[in-house]
Structure formats: structure tokens, C-alpha cells
């Protein structure tokens, strides 16, 4: 599964983003979506996943409320909608996935992922 985010870019504070990630090389039906951040000098962290299984999210606290993570299985593709941006929200943002049958807590809170995509950058600055 070969993986491509895109859709970050420079944001003012309140403004918004929509981050897309394209598979390709397999279907991602059976697949775990999960999207990932990594700000400078500090650890990744799990933002948002979406399960497989039970088509049950996560959402990290500091995002819930701001950002909606969705598939369109036609496209083969996931999203991450980002509103109310906060400059705390600027990271290199990765979208991965797992083939794996659990709730989205578990795979965003637990689970390694097998595939990772290129970071997509989000600055959020005025």
C-alpha cells in the first residue's frame, strides 16, 4: 500500500484545512486509517483514527470538536478536516494504515500501523 498526504499548507489561527490521503497499490476497505502528527522536538502523536471494523473514531483531546477524520471508499481515500486551527496544531502531519479489526481507540492508541505515508506540513501562524 503506497500512501500520499496532501492539503497542508500555511493557516491563519480559526481558519481551516483539509488534508487527504490517496492510496494506492490495494484497496483500503479492510484497512484502519489513522493520522498522525509530529511537531519539532517533540514525540508523534496519534490524532485521529477511524476503524475498519466498526467504523467507530478517535480523536485525540486537544482536536475533538475541530477535526473530522472520514473515508470515501470509492476514492480510496481518507480525510482529515481541520477547523478552528490553533498555532499548537502546526506539525508534520502522516497518514498511515493497519490492517487490523479494532475499535479506532485501539489501533490510534496501541496499534504500530503498517503503512506510512510522506508528511503533509500544517503551519498555523498569522
Known amino acids: 500500500v503506497q500512501l500520499q498526504a496532501s492539503g497542508g499548507g500555511l493557516v491563519q489561527p480559526g481558519g481551516s484545512l483539509r488534508l487527504s490521503c490517496a492510496a494506492s497499490?490495494?484497496?483500503?476497505?479492510?484497512?484502519?486509517i489513522g493520522w498522525f502528527r509530529q511537531a519539532p522536538g517533540k514525540e508523534r502523536e496519534a490524532v485521529s483514527c477511524?476503524?475498519?471494523?466498526?467504523?467507530?473514531?478517535y480523536y485525540v483531546d486537544s482536536v475533538k470538536g475541530r477535526f473530522t477524520i472520514s473515508r470515501d471508499y470509492a476514492k480510496n481515500t481518507a480525510y482529515l478536516q481541520m477547523n478552528t486551527l490553533k498555532p499548537e496544531d502546526t506539525a508534520v502531519y502522516y497518514c498511515a494504515t493497519g490492517y487490523v479489526f479494532a475499535s479506532a481507540t485501539t489501533v490510534c492508541r496501541y496499534y504500530g500501523m503498517d503503512y506510512w505515508g510522506k508528511g503533509t506540513q500544517v503551519t498555523v501562524s498569522s
Open positions: 497499490g490495494e484497496t483500503l476497505d479492510y484497512y484502519a
Open positions: 477511524i476503524s475498519s471494523s466498526d467504523g467507530s473514531t
